[in-house]
């Protein structure tokens, strides 16, 4: 299997957290750079993080700087969204992504990635 694989989605109350986790099960992930997409109904796919490969540098969308973080274990072969201070606004399918080599993420949100998972649904509702 060489996609990737979402989970830790769910229905959070405004405020609250999620960590989301991206895994590899059929590949090794150390030499990918790895982003996170959210779509949300009726709107365009938007790019909310990014982690290089090497140097673990990484990228926001303004909507979330300072409140997520992008983290990854290449032992693990996952890739990790810590989600806090949550927003209704938040709400949408977030989906990982995988692009082979070592990549700034500076223009993360143009790369063509060439593996992406299924996505995992957060719900951000009181």
């Known amino acids: 299997q060489l996609q990737l694989v979402e989970s830790g989605g769910g229905l959070v109350q405004p405020g609250g957290s999620l960590r989301l986790s991206c895994a590899a099960p059929?590949?090794?992930?150390?030499?990918?750079?790895v982003a996170w997409f959210r779509q949300a109904p009726g709107k365009e796919r938007e790019g909310v993080s990014c982690i290089a490969v090497s140097t673990g540098r990484t990228n926001y969308a303004d909507s979330v700087k300072d409140r997520f973080t992008i983290s990854r274990d290449n032992a693990k072969k996952t890739v990790y969204l810590q989600m806090g201070s949550l927003k209704p606004e938040d709400t949408a399918r977030y989906y990982c992504?995988?692009?082979?080599?070592?990549?700034?993420?500076?223009?993360?949100?143009?790369?063509?990635?060439?593996?992406w998972g299924q996505g995992t649904q957060v719900t951000v509702s009181s």
């Open positions: 059929g590949f090794t992930l150390d030499y990918y750079t």
């Open positions: 992504a995988a692009l082979h080599g070592s990549y700034s993420c500076s223009g993360y949100v143009t790369y063509e990635y060439e593996r």
